[in-house]
Nanobody, 122 residues
Framework: VQLQASGGGFVQAGGSLRLSCAAS????????MGWFRQAPGEEREFVGA????????YYAESVKGRFTISRDNAKNTVYLDLNNLKLEDTAVYYC????????????????WGQGTQVTVSS
């Protein structure tokens, strides 16, 4: 599975963005998908994840209520809607995929996209 993240950009605090992660391969619909982010000088951290069916999601406390993950298996795409963005949301955002259930740890994911930059300004 190859993953391609897109949709990043510059946005003012309080604004919104939608990130997309397009996957190649016919087995995408059987993969749990996660989003992570990495700010300069920081470790890559978990943002949220969604099960293969889309029936369950899980979010980091820092983004809960502001970010939403969804997926369209017919389009082999997973989305991350970022709302009410804060300065501290500035980071490179990565999508990741794994066979099996939803997990929150970076090492639990087998496949990674290249990342897309989100910059929030005041």
């Amino acid at each position: 599975v190859q993953l391609q993240a897109s949709g990043g950009g510059f946005v003012q605090a309080g604004g919104s963005l939608r990130l997309s992660c397009a996957a190649s391969g016919r087995t995408f619909s059987s993969y749990a998908m996660g989003w992570f982010r990495q700010a300069p000088g920081e470790e890559r951290e978990f943002v949220g994840a969604i099960t293969w069916s889309g029936s369950s999601t899980y979010y980091a406390e820092s983004v809960k209520g502001r970010f939403t993950i969804s997926r369209d298996n017919a389009k082999n795409t997973v989305y991350l809607d970022l709302n009410n963005l804060k300065l501290e949301d500035t980071a490179v955002y990565y999508c990741a995929g794994r066979r099996g259930g939803l997990v929150t740890i970076r090492g639990g994911y087998e496949y990674w996209g290249q990342g897309t930059q989100v910059t929030v300004s005041s």
